[in-house]
């Protein structure tokens, strides 16, 4: 059966579709011997698909984990400069996998990593406005002026962010911890947020992820995700394909 070049490459579990849509474009899969371009269909049981010179595996079984990512880790599946990435806490898994969306290196907390690359591209696709909840710490005293413009929304290099929700504020000492939850995935969003009100952020933990929590697990550990939970992140996948 034909399908989208990129479909295929998602559904190996190499990477995601608009990253197979990138390679496309960049001229690095070929079909069958040809340079493959934008729009390409193949078979995926009988094509040979190659990317980079390597084969793409057949479609894998879809894995879903749920990763505590520790400080200090980038969230890429490799680093020039030779820093720990996520996929090095993934390594004992019998498939490939990569995250959905990222964290920075600063920023501890949730993480998905899966195969499937279409749900991945949905569930990080903007139209889907996933809550992500983060632990946020920052020096100073939050002002009631600030918590008002977090929740109206901030002006950034790169446009006005949405509204955000801020939840349990409390102060400790010349710092306050507050929980923030937004639904868009700019870089660094909510670090910028902070910033643009005059707050340097000390502490950031991504604690929520829709539905999903850390619960007890510690940094740099894993769990398989429950059938029921990955049903219902398939259910926040209203894009259509």
């Known amino acids: 059966m034909q399908q989208r070049l990129q479909k295929i490459i998602a559904a190996a ?28 269909q193949a078979d995926a049981q009988n094509s040979l698909v190659l990317i980079d010179g390597k084969p793409v595996r057949a479609a894998q079984e879809p894995t879903y984990l749920l990763l505590n990512k520790p400080l200090g880790v980038v969230t890429t599946l490799s680093d020039p400069d030779g820093r720990r990435v996520v996929t090095d806490l993934v390594r004992d898994q019998p498939v490939r996998l990569f995250p959905v969306g990222r964290l920075d290196i600063n920023t501890s907390g949730i993480l998905l990593m899966t195969n499937d690359g279409d749900l991945a591209n949905r569930l ?3 139209s889907q406005q996933v809550d992500k909840r983060y632990l946020v710490k920052v020096r100073g005293h939050l002002t009631d002026q600030a918590k008002n413009r977090l929740a109206e929304g901030v002006r950034l290099d790169d446009g006005m962010t949405s509204p955000a929700r801020v939840e349990n504020v409390r102060v400790s000492g ?5 929980e923030l939850c937004i639904h868009e995935g700019r870089n660094r969003q909510v670090r910028r947020m902070c910033e643009a009100l005059g707050y340097q952020v000390s502490r950031l933990v991504r ?12 940094p740099g550990q894993v769990r398989m995700l429950t059938k029921s939970e990955v049903n219902r992140l398939q259910k926040l996948d209203k894009k259509p394909s």
């Open 13 to 40: 579990g190499y990477c995601s579709r608009r990253r197979a849509e990138d390679l496309i474009a960049e001229g690095r899969v070929r079909v069958d011997g040809r340079v493959a371009r934008l729009g390409d």
């Open 124 to 126: 990080a696709h903007p």
């Open 207 to 218: 604690i929520g992820y829709a539905f999903l929590t850390l619960g007890d697990l510690a």
């Open 174 to 178: 010349g710092h306050t911890w507050f």
